[in-house]
């Protein structure tokens, strides 16, 4: 398949890709802006990425949309955004369920509103069919994520409901937030920022890193090809060696 002048493998996409999308702020500051606009703008953005997936049939898409950290930025920020989470998900769910989007959600929703929070669970139940996954990782944090597994892990041992014994990587994983979503293969962060700032740290320990110049909002659908097609050049050896080398 070709887009954009990229021409890219089918057989070797990514199951999984992850965005960190970032730059919304710097975005509006440059256009003497409010910030809230650069969030509206980036929102925009998002929902242009998931329908080009249309076009790519990529399984698993995470979107990085609020991290308990962003509990600290100013409240009205914070509440803007909040508000705006209800809004995309009143006015996308439909469209969700119509092109065959199941919508997930990783994060807790400690400190939400229950109006918020039955909004996600509405988008969550009203999709649940849905073929291929959008993932939003919302008022997250990826050492939270494992601190609450680790308890869940001790409720479970002491309600007799899990053996010590059978403890490894892959039976620990089903007590994170979302267990039933695969590793991230390509985690894709806008603005020039090169670090991961606590998303997703348990599932992108293999990850592809791919770090876009691009602000959030000027970020399109060649520029994630570009990015695909960077990643189908690497050679992922998950600490193994490659006999060919």
Known sequence: ??????????????RHVAFIMDGNGRWARQRFLPRNEGHKKGYEVLKT?????????????????????????PPEEVEFLMTMAGRVIDEYVDSMREKNIRFCYTGTFDGLSPELIRKFQHAIESTRKGKYVFNIVFNYGGKREIVDAAKKLVVAIQNN???????????????????????VDLLIRTSGEQRISNFLLWQSAYAELYFSRKLWPDFRPKDFCAALFDYQKRKRRFGKIDPKE
């Open 49 to 73: 990425i998931i329908e080009f997936n249309e076009n790519l049939k990529i399984p698993y898409i995470s979107a990085y949309a609020f991290s308990t950290e962003n509990w600290q930025r």
């Open 161 to 183: 409901q899990f053996s010590l014994e059978n403890l490894s990587e892959n039976s620990f994983e089903q007590f994170l937030y979302s267990p039933d979503i695969p590793p």
């Open 1 to 14: 398949m070709k887009f954009f002048g990229y021409s890219l493998d089918p057989t070797r996409l990514p």
